[in-house]
């Protein structure tokens, strides 16, 4: 019963989150057909409403693009396929040599998968049920570019939330990291190497939370550029645009943090009680850093918090260290560098609020390592 709701719980805040965009795919698909059929005079102006749902969808992308994908898809595929039904007519064989030419002659023009995909089928609409020759081609590249447009307009007037849309994606995102981090630090306090490894093996799951949130960007962008409504939050996207990079390669330093902490254990090394604090402390700082981003706010209080961190990861005061520990360490390190280039601070200020490290105790950076 439990599993159940919270499966049930989790699908309607999927259906939250997509609420928007269904009803502005519904809303404009409607309006295509009007415009294609009352404006244009077109009797069956299919392409309308497909374009619309393939220009706003229920994922994130750039919709400019798939516009144009969209309507050089249609032209090559009802090119060829007016050409070829009208010269061989209709059946099995030819549908899959219109089908073939069709997506051929799109990647020989240099088009994307939606081109290819959408040659495809425009030759299969017209090699099954279109009369060949019907000279309607002309008028279905318009439906495809009108939908298109119409669905750019919902877009730009039923607009989502870009710094919403942002802030929601980077607080899984940072979850993720503050998880890691405290996981380490129970892993080192307790002993356990398998805490460690299987903190590790989620970690390197969650590659694709750094790839939604760059998509989530791209659309956020693409909002505040199309709408008028949220032009004036475009301010407020800068904070997590500088964020980008700095949060993947924290994710990066943490797998192999996890991965060398794992073997501290296993290989029984001595583990000062340094380590294990200061991930707790970057934990705490990963969790404001949430926070502040999403309420708007300058990261102020996380990026002091991490130059007292900085400041705490001192090899010169830590006695002898294994490998292991030290990679540890120096990952530690690598990761305050990470997170303060996050709140906006340089990457030369950020290594400037480290204590200097001898070059005996100098590892690796997880951004170059495989985890």
């Not at 809303?27 to 077109?42: M, P, S």
């Not at 890691?180 to 307790?190: H, S």
């Not at 590659?207 to 939050?233: C, F, K, N």
């Amino acid at each position: 019963m439990t599993a159940f709701s919270d499966s049930l719980q989790a699908r309607t805040g999927r259906l939250r989150t997509m609420a928007l965009p269904i009803v502005q795919c519904a809303l404009a698909a409607a309006l295509a057909w009007i415009v294609a059929t009352q404006v244009l005079g077109h009797a069956r102006p299919f392409f309308a409403p497909i374009a619309v749902v393939l220009c706003i969808g229920v994922g994130l992308g750039r919709r400019w693009r798939r516009v144009l994908e969209l309507v050089a898809g249609v032209g090559v595929g009802v090119g060829v396929g007016d050409l070829l039904v009208s010269a061989i007519g209709g059946g099995p064989w030819q549908i899959a040599l219109v089908v073939a030419l069709a997506m051929t002659v799109s990647v020989l023009l240099d088009g994307g998968t939606l081109t290819s995909l959408q040659a495809g089928s425009s030759a299969v609409l017209v090699a099954t049920l279109l009369p060949p020759g019907d000279g309607a081609g002309f008028d279905r590249m318009v439906d495809a570019l009108t939908g298109g447009l119409i669905g750019l307009t919902a877009i730009a007037l039923l607009p989502a939330n870009p710094s919403g849309l942002a802030a929601k994606h980077v607080r899984g995102l940072l979850e993720e990291l503050s998880a890691a981090l405290e996981t380490a630090a129970a892993a080192l306090r307790d002993h356990d190497p398998s805490l460690a490894a299987a903190a590790l093996e989620r970690a390197r799951g969650s590659q694709g939370t750094v790839d939604g949130y760059r998509d989530a960007l791209q659309t956020a962008r693409e909002i505040t550029s199309l709408s008028p409504v949220h032009r004036h939050r475009r301010d407020r996207l800068d904070a997590y645009l500088t964020a980008t990079e700095p949060l993947d390669h924290a994710l990066r330093n943490t797998r192999v943090l996890l991965r060398h902490t794992a073997a501290v254990i296993e290989k029984n090394e001595p583990v000062p009680a340094l380590l294990s604090e200061a991930m707790e402390d970057l934990a705490r700082s990963v969790t404001r850093l949430r926070e502040e981003l999403s309420e708007g706010h300058d990261p102020a209080l996380t990026r002091k918090a991490l130059r007292r961190t900085a400041a705490r990861l001192d090899p010169a005061v830590l006695p002898a260290l294994g490998f292991s520990a030290h990679v540890v360490l120096a990952q530690l390190r690598s990761l305050t560098v990470d997170l303060l280039e996050a709140t906006g601070t340089s990457h030369t200020q950020a290594l400037a609020f480290l204590p200097p490290s001898p070059t005996s105790h100098a590892a690796p950076s997880g951004h170059d390592q495989a985890a």
